[in-house]
């Protein structure tokens, strides 16, 4: 198996499996067209940071990350607004819905001093997990951000997602908060000091 960067060819896959594993996930209930349109723009950002593992041309993992939260987010809006804006337009009349994409789109600002740097997402097919993949692709974006000079990142995770949580903390994260993104569902914050 070898860790690549993101291509676009990788990118509906990525989508795909994004919302089939981290199926609880609020991005993911907003369908594959928006997360291809969110991971396809980490390709261009200077802010974020995708790879993927892959095996005989099928991909089986991927972890995304960013150099500083807001201002992918704000790029992200910057350039993607009017197809984001189609993607979502039937479910942004839905009022818990666009609620939470504004949550979403400001909970980097209400982080006070803590990282902006964040490991987004990181998702291993069933059949390889338990093998390193992940191990494999989290080091890999380590030595990403140490070649960046990120000296802290962050994870925000599920508080009831246990086998997330045992993962962040075996590769060293340290719980730093408990906070809530959307009404009445607690996340944990790891960080990570580089």
């Not at 996930?25 to 892959?54: H, I, P, R, W």
């Not at 818990?96 to 990181?122: C, D, H, T, W």
């Not at 974006?141 to 903390?169: D, I, M, P």
Request: glycine share 6%; charged share 25%; hydrophobic share 40%.
């Amino acid at each position: 198996m070898k860790i690549v960067e993101l291509e676009r060819q990788h990118v509906p896959a990525v989508a795909l499996l994004h919302k089939k594993y981290i199926d609880r996930g609020f991005m993911s209930s907003l369908g594959t067209a928006f997360l291809e349109q969110l991971y396809d723009s980490m390709m261009t950002s200077d802010n974020a940071y995708c790879l993927v593992a892959e095996e005989d041309g099928e991909l089986h993992g991927f972890i995304s990350g960013t150099y500083e939260l807001r201002s992918f987010y704000k790029d992200f809006i910057r350039t993607n607004l009017l197809r984001v804006s189609l993607i979502l337009l039937p479910r942004l009349i839905e009022p818990s819905v666009f609620r939470k994409v504004v949550e979403s789109f400001i909970y980097p600002s209400k982080q006070g001093n803590m990282p902006g740097a964040e490991l987004m997402s990181i998702v291993v097919s069933e059949k390889f997990r338990g093998k390193g993949v992940s191990e494999n692709l989290f080091n890999n974006l380590l030595a990403e951000f140490k070649q960046r000079n990120v000296k802290k990142f962050k994870v925000t995770v599920g508080s009831n997602l246990q086998a997330a949580n045992r993962f962040y903390q075996k590769m060293g994260g340290m719980l730093h908060a408990e906070i809530e993104v959307h009404d009445t569902e607690i996340s944990r914050i790891y960080i990570w000091e580089i």
